[in-house]
């Protein structure tokens, strides 16, 4: 059990803000000794099974995405379509292979690019009280609009699509870290050691490099993996509503809409696409776990 | 304690004051005119311009946004441009339907946030950590559209004991049992992450609680842990619980859409929906600015409520 | 749930006060009243009065209301308003409604009709030939946008002496005119600006009007002073789901009595339960359809339309689509129509290879085609079904696609712009009336301005023709080079015949609808 666990508001309510000092090399292992054993182990094996797979998924599928095989409607599970088919005919094992990769571009591409621009905007705008103050208002206003709402507004501008996904990640994640990174900014300020350095003519760029930025890590870290779990629900959510991936091609979140919509019809279909959603949020956020407990401990 | 919360009061108002420039600002790029929506692809430019004049389209935007802030303070929403009616009525009807709707999720949520939390901390058993551990990272890791339908397809398809969806027929207060059950399903979809967050950190708050000098001095006095759960831990864990609390409820306004959507539940999701695609900017702007004074108070209401339970922010004044 | 070391009776009594709790959440969420039970009904017994429940995919638009875009308008049109003349769904035959008898002149240029004494408007304001004369100007008013724009427009003369009878005088013969009078709601002069603004809307129909809410209900009250007698029902609550899954669910959880929009898999699956009745309305056809922006660079070449053309792959849409329910056609026309035509009819058969052959053909000839994006709308599943086959299809003679899908409102706004980038998919009506009312008044057919934007000398000129001739004596050759003109064009590609359905529950009887697909609801009853 752990106090990081707030999925949707990331930030951890109560204060995570790193130990002051420099990081001492034995925690390190620490993180990483969390992902080896127990919790951590599992979270990673998940995760990198869905990896695996969605990158594979070309290889290892038997039929094409969109591919559409004569004769084959809405069969169940069997020898020559292991998940069955959809209404129109594909494979649904194959478009599940395929469609992690859209959930893999959006949880490993578009959440760290997030995660960087947050982590740099945090950065930059925490040194001055001006900049510092009109950033946090600019963050209180992107986190105040609910995550959906903000993915409906900018779909009306771009249009569904993946990259229209990615972009309303990106937009979620900004606020986030950059809030995160601000705190520990704000606490390594008021350390004596950087208040030393400062004296001894350490510029800001210095401060933030050598002692905000590795203190940071671990919490950005957890909040990282948070994020990333985060990104599969918003995939699948705006899929859901018609804002994500254009059909035909797939996504977990479109699979899953689909099968839910035949679950009368063919109650295995969204199986396949369901388990996968479940074993990677459920792999990222045992790594969360593992990681948010290792660092406590 | 007066100085915190003034200067939390004023940078709520202002990010409320940012975000309504902002938000009249974004709705204007929005690509699609509504005068061309309204008047139909066949109307002639003068009809068009007389349509444009008439919703004061034509005026420079800073005349636009006094005048609506006007509005706004008069509660004189008027008209919708294309989804009929008044907006003040239309979001009304969708804010009863979506409050009733995510204030029902957070009691759900929070009681059972508590009662599972201290059966856990009480308890302290093995299996029923495993239990209730495995039941709280089943209900984050599944997406709530899932959980959502497969309620609909347990409980009112295969075993059709409860509404599929939609709000009762008689409305919420007439007959509330029929309403409690209306709201059960939706209820449930919503609240479950919510819960499994809750959980999670009043288990881990009571724990720690458990670990302080006065328990343990209470156990040596012979207090049973029972309790001291449930008199001084709980008491003890609850402030911090609430902070969490007010963050969920942002969380569930949020999933409300999802959950409107599926369970045909015409709320405020749904207008928002309707009211992007059909450009009509008097509905949308109205709600997207209400989801930034919600979010706003939440979180004053919550820092107030955090000040009022916690003795050192009170005097402090640090958060 | 069982602990190895008994219990202490403080525990116990938790765990029992626990076990109420749930208990009693069960109790009152399953037992007490049951919404669910409180929905359903057993017994054959008729009900007196009772409110049907009904869900719609789209909401109406009240500046489209005369349009039949959408199925809760059908609703409105066909439960508010009367018109003058009644065609039986399955036949052209006009029989009497607010109009008793009917006289037509020998040049086919004059029509007098006898109108009922009897009725009133739901404001209680007697209806009289002025009101005849009121809407079919409406109708004429391009500002409406109706698809028998052009018909009413035809109608130049209208004499109203009488109060109680109408002379109608045409620039020329129409041979549609009785299907303009079937389709035309009588409406109320006095609130027509209250229609505009979706506030009132006034008939002499069989239920009044009650309330709007918009993107959520549309509720309408028995009218007890309709002229052919109380209906059965209190009223019609027409709830808006746009979610087809959520409309079966409803029907499934007793929550709705019928259902309009759901795909016709969930049709298939519902007509197997004995809980449920699927009604199918033969004479009531629509046509689904690819159509083509003619003015697209690509589209212009008429090969790469022909090439279309043959990679529809219709019996699967009729197949794993329609289930059954559909024929697959070249040709508009359903068999029963003076202009069906078996062989023009097969002009399309599925052929990959004559495709792509004129798909090469024009590429040598120097013609580009980029992707096309196939607009469609989102909310009806059979669009997006039917757009990914012929995406599939098209991919294969090499013509790319882009899926575009749209809300209805939006693609309807498209239709009637003639806005279309390049491809749509969609339903037109009107090919199961007089041959005519397609050929002028569809927005993808009107010779005169289509949504193709397809202009062509002898179309227009034989769209005339079968326009300008006495109902009911148009020559069956002219008809003929019609088929033969839609087909040489080809911008409109029809995919198949549809025969729209619904669904109910086994409670709601004798539902009706008109050919032009209203849900008549005069002579429904429910059982308890």
Redesign the interface.
């Known amino acids: 059990m752990t106090l990081d666990v707030s999925l949707e508001e990331p930030l951890s309510p109560v204060p995570v803000g790193p130990v002051p000092g420099d990081l001492a090399p034995e925690r390190r292992d620490s993180l990483l000794h969390a992902l080896r054993h127990g919790r951590g182990l599992v979270g990673v094996v998940l995760v990198a099974t869905v990896v695996v797979l969605g990158v594979l998924g070309p290889l290892v599928a038997p039929y094409g995405p969109?591919?559409?095989i004569k004769g084959a409607?809405l069969l169940g599970p069997g020898a020559g379509h292991w998940l069955g088919t959809d209404?129109?005919?594909r494979d649904i094992l194959s478009r599940t292979l395929y469609g992690i990769r859209v959930d893999l571009v959006v949880v490993f591409a578009a959440v760290p690019v997030g995660a960087a621009a947050g982590v740099f905007l945090g950065l930059v705008t925490s040194w001055w009280t001006v900049t510092d103050v009109i950033a946090q208002r600019a963050f209180d206003l992107l986190l105040a609009f609910p995550a959906l709402i903000l993915g409906i507004l900018l779909t009306a501008f771009l249009g569904p699509g993946v990259l229209t996904v990615g972009v309303v990640i990106v937009a979620l994640e900004i606020p986030v870290f950059g809030r995160l990174v601000r705190t520990s900014v704000r606490t390594v300020r008021e350390m004596p050691f950087v208040e030393a350095s400062q004296v001894v003519g350490a510029g800001p760029w210095w401060v933030l490099r050598r002692h905000v930025l590795p203190n940071s890590l671990e919490p950005l870290t957890v909040q990282l993996a948070v994020s990333m779990s985060v990104a599969v629900f918003i995939e699948g959510a705006m899929s859901f509503l018609?804002l994500g991936v254009?059909?035909?091609h797939p996504s977990l979140g479109s699979l899953i809409k689909d099968g839910?919509?035949?679950l009368?019809?063919a109650p295995f279909f969204a199986v396949g696409p369901l388990a996968v959603v479940v074993a990677l949020v459920l792999g990222l956020l045992l790594i969360s776990q593992s990681l948010a407990e290792a660092r406590r401990a | 304690m007066t100085r915190y919360l003034l200067s939390r009061l004023g940078s709520a108002l202002l990010v409320t004051a940012l975000a309504s420039i902002g938000i009249f600002a974004l709705i204007r790029l929005v690509p699609g005119d509504p005068v061309t929506?309204?008047a139909?692809?066949?109307a002639t430019p003068a009809a068009r311009d007389a349509i444009r004049a008439q919703l004061g389209l034509d005026q420079p935007f800073w005349s636009q946004y006094v005048h609506w802030l006007g509005d706004l303070a008069r509660f004189d929403l008027g008209?919708?441009y294309k989804?009929?009616?008044d907006v003040g009525s239309?979001i009304a009807?969708g804010a009863l339907n979506t409050v009733v709707l995510t204030l029902f999720a957070l009691v759900l949520a929070a009681v059972g946030a508590i009662?599972t939390s201290t059966?856990a901390v009480v308890g302290d058993?093995r299996w029923l950590n495993s239990l209730l551990s495995g039941l709280n990272t089943a209900a984050v890791a599944v997406p709530t559209f899932a959980t959502a339908l497969v309620l609909?397809l347990v409980f009112?398809?295969r075993f059709?004991?409860?509404?599929?969806?939609?709000t009762?027929p008689a409305g919420f207060f007439a007959?509330p049992?029929?309403a409690?059950?209306?709201l059960?399903l939706p209820g449930i979809a919503l609240a479950l992450p919510a819960w499994a967050a809750l959980t999670r950190f009043l288990t881990e708050a009571l724990r720690t609680q458990m670990r302080q000098p006065y328990v343990t001095t209470a156990r040596a006095l012979g207090i049973p842990r029972?309790r001291i759960v449930l008199t001084q831990a709980l008491r003890n864990a609850l402030p911090s619980t609430v902070t969490v609390l007010g963050l969920q409820l942002g969380t569930l306004l949020g999933g409300a859409i999802l959950v409107e959507?599926?369970?045909?539940w015409?709320g405020l999701g749904?207008?928002v929906e309707?009211g992007i695609?059909?450009r009509d900017y008097p509905v949308v702007q109205v709600l997207l600015l209400l989801s930034v004074v919600v979010f706003v108070v939440t979180q004053l209401a919550t820092d107030v409520i955090h000040a009022w339970l916690d003795p050192r922010v009170r005097l402090n004044g640090v958060s | 749930m069982s602990?190895p070391v008994p219990a202490p009776p403080?525990?116990r009594l938790?765990r029992l006060a626990?076990a109420l709790v749930v208990l009693l959440t069960l109790v009152?969420?399953?037992a007490?009243?049951?919404?669910?039970d409180?929905?359903?009904t057993s017994s054959g017994e008729r009900k007196e009065g009772g409110v049907l429940r009904v869900g719609a995919l789209q909401d109406i638009v009240?500046?489209r209301i005369f349009t039949n875009s959408s199925d809760s308008i059908n609703v409105l049109i066909g439960s508010v308003y009367d018109s003058l003349i009644d065609y039986p769904r399955d036949s052209l035959e006009p029989q009497p409604s607010l109009a008793t008898t009917w006289q037509l002149s020998d040049d086919g240029k004059q029509l007098t009709l006898q109108l009922r004494d009897d009725v009133k408007f739901h404001s209680g304001r007697p209806f009289t030939s002025k009101d005849v004369e009121f809407s079919i100007k409406t109708w004429a008013d391009?500002?409406w946008?109706v698809q028998l724009q052009r018909t009413a427009a035809a109608i130049t003369g209208f004499d109203t002496s009488d109060e109680h009878a109408i002379t109608l005088t045409f620039a020329h013969p129409l041979s549609n005119i009785f299907d303009l009078l079937d389709m035309l709601p009588i409406i109320d002069r006095d609130t027509i600006d209250q229609l505009r603004?979706?506030k009132a809307f006034v008939g002499t129909g069989p239920f009044e009007f009650d309330a709007?809410?918009?993107?959520?209900?549309i509720s309408f009250k028995r009218n007890d002073a309709y002229w052919r007698g109380k209906p059965a029902l209190d009223g019609i609550e027409v709830?808006v789901?746009p979610?087809p899954?959520?409309?079966?669910?409803?029907l499934?959880?007793?929550?709705l009595d019928l259902i309009l929009g759901a795909s016709y898999?969930?049709f298939e699956?519902l007509g197997k339960d004995d809980q449920f009745h699927v009604n199918q309305w033969a004479g009531a056809e629509g046509q689904v359809y690819v159509g083509t922006n003619v003015t697209n660079p690509a589209l212009s070449d008429i090969r790469v339309r022909q090439a279309i053309a043959y990679a529809l792959d219709r019996e699967r849409v009729v197949d794993?689509v329609l289930r059954g329910a559909g024929v697959p056609i070249s040709a508009p026309w359903p068999d029963y129509s003076p202009a069906y035509d078996e062989k023009a009819n097969a002009t399309y058969d599925y052929d990959l290879d004559q495709a792509k052959k004129l798909v090469d053909e024009a590429k040598a000839d120097g013609v580009a085609i980029p992707k096309l994006p196939l607009t469609y709308p989102?909310e009806n599943?059979i669009y997006?079904?039917i757009?990914?086959?012929v995406?599939?299809d098209l991919a294969k003679v090499g013509i790319e696609v882009?899926?575009?899908?749209q809300?209805q409102?939006?693609v309807i706004?498209?239709l009637?712009?003639?806005?279309f980038p390049a491809l749509w998919i969609l339903s037109h009506g009107y090919a199961n009336w007089t041959p005519s009312t397609l050929a002028v008044s569809a927005y993808p057919f009107n010779a005169e301005h289509n949504a193709s934007l397809y202009v062509d000398k002898d179309y227009q000129a034989i769209a005339d023709k079968v326009w300008n001739q006495k109902p009911g004596a148009v020559d069956p050759a002219d008809y003929a080079t019609l088929s033969k003109a839609l087909l040489d064009g080809s911008f409109l590609l029809e995919i198949a015949i549809t025969l729209p359905q619904d669904a109910s529950s086994t409670q709601v009887h004798d539902i009706g609808q008109t050919k032009r697909g209203e849900p008549i609801f005069y002579d429904t009853y429910l059982t308890k």
């Open positions: 969109t591919e559409q409607n209404e129109l005919n018609g254009r059909p035909p839910v919509r035949l009368h019809e | 929506v309204l139909g692809p066949d008209p919708s989804l009929g009616g239309l009807d009662v059966a058993r609909v009112a398809v059709p004991v409860l509404p599929a969806g939609g009762p007959q049992d029929i409690l059950q209306y059960l029972r959507a599926v369970f045909a015409p749904r207008l309707q695609s059909a | 602990t403080r525990r938790i626990g009152t969420a399953t007490c009243s049951s919404a669910v409180d929905l359903k009240p500046a391009p500002a946008t603004e979706g709007w809410s918009p993107g959520a209900k709830s789901i979610d899954q959520a409309q079966v669910a409803q499934r959880s007793h929550q898999r969930d699956s794993e989102s599943p997006g079904a757009a990914q086959i995406q599939a882009e899926l575009d899908p809300e409102a939006q706004q498209q009637i712009g003639a806005k």
